[in-house]
């Protein structure tokens, strides 16, 4: 717990940027003693932390950054002082750092501690990344605008308390409202790294306080604050009314507290009051015209008040304070609603633009009464022509106009009021409700709470609004004072203060009174001299609100004028800001805020020329910057990511190969003095240049890496001098667990010739079958594929490749282009992978703490050995949504989980409609998303789970998928099947878990090619492009409907009950049900039905659709989805992304086409209205979504196995969850004792086994030996199988380190005297047997007879004490990174143990032959007598070494004679080809160059690096959950499933077409040059280059499209086009050519 008090330092932040391009953040908070540094991974962009002492943790500041710097400031390139962290994110190229590098103290001391600090000044801090992954100019553009946002002065924020809720708020600060929190997606990165505090919570609008008082002297404080909403961002034109997520544009919060400054210890009393302020909620938008004319205002011509009532709910929600005030005293009456008072101010006379809005905010009104949805509140309009009324009567009437409207209601709604109380001992005094957290010391009391809200609007609200909010909290204000005893009275200035009850102030006192203050509380009490009395409560009470009923003059009379300035001029000021945030310049008509000015009129002349200028201001900022203005709103919120930058990853990968990663075996090196290569992991050593020994014929690199990983990426920098031949040409990668386990990953990847220091990145696919890449099209038929059979739909041939989070080791194998003829030259090397979040999964937080709870559920329901890698994705989270077997129903309702998201579902029955249907939502379309796809989900996973007992699909599987295909094409396959039964057919086989090789090797054991099904190949090209772009409109409106859904349910509860889901897809043999349906658009089924459909065929609900008002039943609907695409449904919709722009004709569709929120419409439209190519992308994007479930659920199921081989949770002997979770909290008191305070060097994940080890079948498994100790099951041990006498553990440690001693921890079932094993170490830091050094031997036998604490039963100290183990301790510490410790039996297959000598060492709590489970461990063998090898635990205890030796380099005469060498240039350059012509086809991916007959012999081709990039979205979402925060292992579809390019040389000679090579094209960034050679040269008339691989993977950067929709372009991305790509060189002399041929060298 921190007080406010206790605050003993300033938040500091210092980013350092280093010579090497190294970017480091140091921040010190207010909040803690200590320093944390945060390392920018400088390829990805990662934030790096790991929460170790002396690594990334220091005492302070300047120890952090002597740390860095090495105590040299000349290292660093720059140094940025900043005050706080406003967010962070990794967008491609680059990394953006956004600091707040000055603050105001907008709110020095709330009432009871917090400051509350605006952003003064901020600066970006651009950090460039090395990663070469291709991003399009449009992303490059917009990254560069979003770092143009306009922060200073505009956002606001508290360290220490939550200021996202009225003030107090009764949330701790980690939990702020998201609906105003603006960096939440900036803030990400911090809270995945464990540091979420570290990233302030920032809010847009203004806030400020002032003090005031009577007579000069200062008695309260007045803070505004305004919170705008984040729910609907943007400007003017383009956020107004509502939108989907139920909320207006220009939507604020403000509050006004009041209160009094207090001595310390003392009691604060304070009060607030609330209104909001924002346009009119209902659907409506402006069309700006391009002359000096007003907009045309419209509203939406369908359904304009859809989702009216969901905003009033989330007002009445988050102002409904009945329950509260009924619990304050019996002196308050509780209130039967919460009202809510809309001020409009809009003109409302004949033929005004805003009237039509009046008139249907009023019918917005009645429709929502008219519904009542909203029983509980009460919404009240009052008109009031703001602008009219000035005009007529006035200012000052209009002023006392308004007063007399606002009476009533401000009266009813009230004011909240309470005390802070500096001591929680004073609690019970409170005579209220009591508001606390762990943050600060004290409480607050409060004694009334407002009860509804004020709201305020004019048509933009912004000058109309801020003049009329300003005049009502005036009186507010004064009332506020009035309650806490400060006189604004003016006939009162030198009267008494006091006190009533309520904390009131009142008149002065009568004759023979006198006040007086508790000592102890502070409290006023009065005395009545007259009768010897006392009491709290005052004798003349003044009357409350009594301004209210004042005139303009009176008001002005009777008022203390200097607190109303001061009140004034922050209203003036927040104007501005609201002004400037939402039109992009200031507030105008404000000079009505001075009228209590004595000189307020000399203004009027001025404020009228200001106010034009204003107007021209705004005219143009609407017309030319708004666009740009509010694509960095929606970037900087993180929306439309799918849009601005489309190929942002969620969660940048991790390099794992920087240090303590390191090399198994040293880097040969002509240089003589190179630290076996440690360099070339190094980015401090970017620059360098390896040299290999010039024989070498071929260079293998073994990489241990840092954590654990799935390996994803190979990135080389190339290096090499003059001559670019000498870097490697090909490249082999293997990974693996252990070094014995390695699998081939990549073989012969082509790595062309380039500049030096050029990135080149290279995909890593997992482990793939030989059997699948031999019976898979993908892989078998590579070299024969055809442009014309191109998978543009998807990847029907896709290849699965193994995952795997527990690669550790990575070999790396280097070919030359010609063995011998030159020295080969290396450069930096880096493995990019996705780790999984050990330190969450072992402390259980985080999503560590769902990994956890996932797998130990599927562990629990289901047997694990079908967790595999080809289990199926869906078997919790099916897609189908199709009737099921009443019988079925009933097994469904055991409990199931949702693999994708982590969620467990409650173990309930699936309701059902009437008929069956599973419902999903309520009158939203996108009810879809508030569950993964499912509809059958309990018979799915029972049907799967009980298909196979080894993880892979039974035979049956594929027997089902054969008789679905011939209920299709007739028992003699004689029938060609359609795009839409092939369709479905795909379905039934993910459905069935069968992956794309099993499914072809079914289809070939009945003598059917799989090319015949595949759907890509069933249409023409046309409709193939056209399909396509429906289909891709369609993912990003799903995915803009998901946004939406997830911010619209903010501070509401949505409950959705839709029948029919986003894709509606039927299964095979699914038909109309008949009966009142009168579509009948699905009336015909197959012979042989699927075994998706259930007996009871069809559903009796049936749907109005909206076109033609026919009744439809579920199947001869369309999906939801079809609703976004409405404008499919008659033409080809021509805009941008299938979102329309905001041009303001539009005006029959709830469109907001620069934010693209499209609201969803109730309703269905049936098979017949909807457009086929509509009811085709529907289909198309299923399938898509359910190979990226299968895809997530794969790396689900991998890191579900990861868990296992570490935790063990499939083994017999599992405990109770509640004895297990007891041993967290002494786990670090008990590794401390154990190490005699020496730190823990070998514990897993930083270390791990370097070769595998036999483990016996009812073992822990052999990683657990490392496990942390509170990890796993307290009585769970690794056992080595019975016939195995000796085990050896080569564990590799976390860094190079002192090794002092090596602890081993005995089983619970310890050795007898008689089986102890014989222990023995060596130490070394590589891998070879015979460059180890003997360490010591240990007979364990004699340590347990030589030690007291080893010999005699094991005395159990309870919780926390320390476990039976035995220490082998060095004479003295050993500097190494690899341990060796084998353990061997004295005597195998003894069985001379005495049972009443011997027995009496075990380590138990229990009787030891109680259970199975608790059998002892040296009797693991077939016969109980046998004796076998076994450990809980092995700790290497010492300390390592903080920082490895700076890499320096020789100075020797070797390393000038190589720098010589690689100066050298080369003998033979480069030279362009002339060709006669060169002809495209195939969509642009063909190019055919035609030679001279007299052409030099060709040698090469140049290709310069595609720009076209890999998107993040490619379907619509497939469940509700967030977007940032969907997947348990981070894995992307990109990474799971690669996507690679490859070029293929042919040449035509002699009239025959030979292949001359085919190079598998590494990523890098857009424009590179890279050379390819020949493998010999080539003479031929004609040379085809044509490019293969996952060409339809690519897309080009959206902004950069003139037309998306033009039917006649490639349906492949233009980036990807071979025109003017490519060019022909030949080797030759630049001397022998002249000084003019030479001008060709390319």
Not at 266 to 293: D, H
Not at 772 to 785: F, K, N, P
Not at 1254 to 1277: C, I, M, R, V
Request: hydrophobic residues 35%; proline residues 5%.
């Amino acid at each position: 717990m921190e007080s406010s008090v206790s605050r003993l330092r300033d938040t500091s932040v210092v980013v350092v940027t280093l010579d090497t391009s190294e970017v480091y953040i140091i921040v010190s908070l207010s909040s803690r003693t200590d320093t944390q540094v945060i390392y920018i991974d400088p390829t990805t962009g990662a934030l790096c932390y790991s929460g170790k002492l002396g690594y990334d943790v220091f005492r302070s500041e300047k120890e952090a950054l002597d740390y860095i710097t090495n105590g040299s400031s000349w290292l660093c390139k720059s140094v940025t002082y900043a005050r706080a962290i406003l967010g962070y994110s990794a967008v491609g190229s680059f990394g953006l750092l956004l600091v707040a590098t000055k603050l105001t103290a907008s709110i020095p001391n709330l009432p009871g501690g917090g400051c509350v600090y605006t952003v003064a000044e901020s600066q970006w801090v651009k950090v460039s990344l090395q990663n070469p992954q291709p991003q399009g100019k449009g992303e490059a553009k917009n990254i560069q605008e979003l770092t143009e946002l306009d922060i200073d002065g505009k956002h606001y924020f508290c360290e220490t308390r939550d200021i996202t809720r009225p003030f107090p708020s009764h949330m701790p600060l980690h939990k702020p409202d998201d609906e105003f929190v603006w960096n939440r997606w900036f803030s990400i990165p911090f809270k995945k790294i464990g540091l979420p505090q570290h990233c302030v919570i920032l809010l847009q609008g203004f806030t400020e306080c002032r003090s005031f008082g009577s007579s000069g002297q200062q008695e309260g404080m007045v803070a505004l604050t305004a919170r705008r909403s984040r729910l609907h961002p943007g400007t003017r034109y383009l956020a107004r009314g509502l939108n989907s997520c139920f909320s207006t544009g220009n939507e604020v919060e403000c509050e006004q507290l009041v209160w009094v400054p207090k001595m310390a210890g003392q009691s604060v009393p304070f009060n607030t009051y609330i209104w909001r302020r924002g346009t009119i909620p209902i659907w409506w938008g402006a069309e700006l015209k391009i002359t000096a004319a007003e907009a045309e205002i419209y509203v939406a011509d369908r359904d304009p008040y859809k989702g009216s009532a969901q905003y009033y709910q989330r007002l009445s929600k988050r102002y409904d304070s009945r329950n509260l005030d009924a619990t304050v005293g019996s002196n308050q009456k509780k209130n039967a609603f919460v009202p809510i008072v809309c001020i409009n101010l809009l003109r409302n006379g004949e033929g005004k633009s805003e009237s039509i809005l009046v008139q249907h905010f009023e019918e917005s009104l009645n429709y929502i009464r008219s519904t009542g949805k909203l029983p509980y509140t009460r919404i009240h309009l009052i008109n009031y022509d703001w602008h009219a009324s000035i005009k007529f009567k006035g200012e000052q009437q209009t002023i006392e106009g308004l007063w007399k409207l606002l009476k009533a209601p401000t009266v009813s709604i009230g004011i909240s009021e309470g005390d802070y109380l500096p001591s929680r001992q004073r609690i019970k005094d409170c005579r209220g409700e009591i508001v606390y957290n762990d943050d600060f010391e004290g409480a607050f009391c409060l004694r009334s709470h407002q009860n509804g809200v004020l709201r305020f609007n004019c048509a933009d609200s912004l000058d109309r609004t801020n003049a009329a909010s300003f005049f009502g909290a005036l009186q507010v204000f004064a009332e506020q004072c009035r309650r806490l005893g400060i006189s604004l009275d003016t006939d009162f200035v030198y009267g008494y203060q006091s006190y009533s009850n309520q904390g009131g102030y009142t008149a002065p006192l009568p004759q023979g009174w006198e006040k007086r203050s508790d000592a102890v509380t502070g409290k006023t009490y009065y005395i009545d001299h007259n009768t010897r009395t006392t009491t709290w409560e005052h004798p003349c009470p003044d009357k409350p609100w009594k301004r209210f009923d004042m005139t303009f003059e009176e008001f002005k009379r009777s008022t203390i004028l200097s607190p109303v300035s001061q009140l004034a001029d922050i209203f003036l000021l927040a104007g501005d800001i609201h002004a400037t945030l939402y039109t992009g310049s200031k507030a105008m008509h404000s000079q009505i805020l001075s009228i209590f000015n004595e000189e307020a009129g000399k203004f009027k002349q001025f404020s009228a020329a200001q106010n034009m200028k204003i107007t021209l201001q705004r005219r143009y900022k609407n017309a030319v910057v708004d666009s740009s203005r509010q694509k960095q709103l929606e970037m900087f919120l993180g929306l439309r990511l799918f849009k601005h930058l489309p190929s942002v990853p969620v969660q940048p990968l991790h390099v794992l190969s920087r240090p303590s990663a390191f090399f198994l075996k040293p880097v040969a090196n002509m240089f003589p003095s190179s630290n076996g290569g440690a360099a070339l992991l190094s980015f401090k050593r970017k620059d360098l240049i390896w040299v290999c020994p010039q024989a070498a014929d071929v260079v293998e690199l073994f990489i241990y890496l840092a954590e654990p990983c799935h390996v994803c990426q190979l990135l080389l920098t190339i290096s090499h001098g003059a001559d670019d031949s000498t870097f490697p040409s090909t490249v082999d990668v293997r990974t693996g667990c252990t070094l014995d386990g390695l699998k081939l990953v990549l073989e012969g990847a082509s790595i062309p010739q380039c500049a030096n220091g050029t990135n080149l990145l290279i995909p890593l696919p997992g482990p793939i079958s030989a059997e699948d890449m031999a019976v898979t099209g993908a892989g078998a038929r590579l070299h024969d594929q055809d442009t014309s059979s191109l998978s543009l739909l998807y990847d029907f041939e896709e290849l699965e490749g193994e995952l795997n989070f527990l690669s550790r080791v990575i070999a790396i194998t280097f070919y030359p282009a010609v063995s011998g003829r030159s020295p080969i030259t290396l450069g930096e090397i880096e493995v990019l992978g996705v780790s999984l979040p050990w330190k969450d999964v072992f402390s259980k937080e985080g999503h560590g703490a769902r990994l956890y709870e996932l797998a130990q559920k599927s562990q629990k329901e289901t047997n694990p050995f079908l967790f595999a890698l080809d289990t199926n994705p869906f078997a919790a989270a099916s897609l189908s949504n199709e009737t099921l077997p009443q019988t079925v129903q009933t097994d469904a309702s055991a409990n199931w989980l949702d693999l994708l998201t982590g969620e467990s579902k409650p173990s309930e029955s699936i309701s059902q409609p009437e008929g069956g249907n599973v419902t999903y939502g309520g009158g939203d379309l996108l009810a879809f998303l508030d569950d993964t796809i499912t509809g059958n989900e309990g018979a799915e996973a029972d049907n799967i789970f009980s298909s196979s007992k080894d993880g892979r699909t039974s035979d049956s599987g594929a027997q089902q998928y054969i008789n679905c295909l011939k209920s299709l094409v007739g028992p003699n396959m004689g029938r060609k099947l359609k795009f839409t039964e092939a369709m479905k057919l795909e379905i039934e086989r993910l459905r069935l878990n069968l992956s794309a090789a099993e499914r072809d090797r079914a289809l070939l054991s009945i003598g059917v090619d799989p090319a015949t099904i595949n759907p890509n190949v069933l249409l023409d090209e046309s409709y193939t492009r056209r399909l396509c772009r429906v289909a891709g409109s369609l993912a990003l409106l799903g995915q803009t409907s998901l946004e939406d859904k997830i911010n619209a349910a903010i501070g509401l509860e949505i409950v959705d009950d839709d029948v029919i889901d986003f894709w509606n897809i039927n299964a095979i043999g699914e038909s109309c049900c008949g009966g009142m349906c009168q579509v009948r658009a699905e009336s015909q089924a197959p012979e042989h039905a699927s075994s998706m459909v259930s007996s009871l065929q069809g559903s009796q609900s049936v749907f109005l659709c909206l076109k033609c008002q026919r009744k439809a039943c579920k199947v001869c609907c369309a999906g939801r989805g079809a609703l976004l695409l409405e404008s499919y449904s008659s033409r080809e919709v021509t805009n941008y992304n299938g979102l329309s722009s905001q041009s303001g004709s539009n005006h029959g569709s709830q469109v907001d086409g620069c934010t693209n929120r499209s609201v969803m419409l109730d309703g269905v439209i049936c098979k017949y209205c909807c457009n086929n190519i509509v009811l085709d992308a529907l289909i198309l994007d299923y399938i898509r979504v359910l190979i990226s479930l299968r895809r997530s659920a794969r790396a689900d199921n991998a890191a579900h196995s990861a868990l296992d081989q570490v935790i063990g949770f499939f083994s017999r002997d599992r405990i109770s969850e509640r004895k297990q979770s007891s041993d967290n909290q002494p786990a670090v008191k008990v590794l401390r004792q154990l190490l005699s305070g020496q730190e823990s060097l070998a514990e897993f994940p930083f270390a791990s086994f370097l070769h595998s080890g036999e483990t016996a079948k009812d073992s822990a498994p052999f990683l657990s030996l490392l496990a942390p100790l509170n990890s796993g099951s307290q009585n769970s041990y690794w056992k080595a199988p019975p016939n195995i006498s000796n085990v050896e553990f080569v564990i590799v440690l976390n860094t190079l380190s002192d090794v002092s001693g090596v602890v081993l921890l005995v089983s619970p079932c310890g050795y007898s005297m008689s089986d102890a094993p014989m222990v023995q170490i060596w130490a070394s830091n590589k891998i070879h047997k015979e460059e180890r050094s003997a360490v010591g031997k240990w007979d364990v036998q004699s340590l347990i007879a030589s030690s007291s604490e080893c010999f005699g039963p094991e005395k159990s100290d309870g919780e926390g004490g320390v476990p039976r183990h035995v220490k082998f301790a060095f004479r003295n510490p050993v500097r190494c990174r690899i341990i060796w410790i084998t353990m061997r039996l004295q005597r195998p297959g003894s069985s001379s143990v005495s049972f009443e000598k011997d027995l009496n060492l075990l380590s138990l709590d229990e009787n030891p032959f109680a259970q199975p489970p608790s059998r002892r461990a040296s009797f693991g063998g077939a016969v109980e007598s046998d004796p076998c090898l076994h450990a809980k635990r092995i700790l290497v205890m010492g300390n390592p070494v903080r920082k490895d030796a700076e890499l320096t380099s020789s100075q020797s005469s070797d390393q000038l004679n190589v720098k010589n060498l690689l100066d050298r240039a080369p003998q033979l350059n480069r030279f362009k080809v002339p060709i006669e012509a060169e002809r495209l086809i195939g969509n642009d991916i063909v190019l055919e160059q035609y030679l001279s007959p007299v052409s030099p012999l060709l040698a090469g081709f140049r290709l310069d690096a595609f720009s076209a990039i890999k998107p993040r979205v490619t379907h619509s979402p497939s469940s509700s959950a967030d977007f940032w925060d969907s997947s348990l292992t981070c894995l992307e579809d990109r990474h799971i499933s690669p996507a690679v390019l490859y070029i293929q040389v042919s040449a035509l000679q002699e009239s025959h077409e030979i292949i001359v090579g085919e190079y598998r094209l590494p990523e890098a960034r857009p424009g590179t040059s890279m050379y390819f050679d020949f493998p010999r040269p080539i003479q031929a008339r004609r040379i085809s280059f044509r490019l293969l691989g996952d060409v339809a993977a690519f897309i080009d950067d959206p902004s950069e499209q003139d037309d998306y929709y033009d039917s006649k372009i490639s349906p492949l991305a233009s980036g990807l086009s071979l025109s003017s790509r490519i060019k022909l060189y030949y080797y030759a002399d630049p001397y022998e050519l002249g000084k003019w041929a030479s001008l060709s060298a390319i």
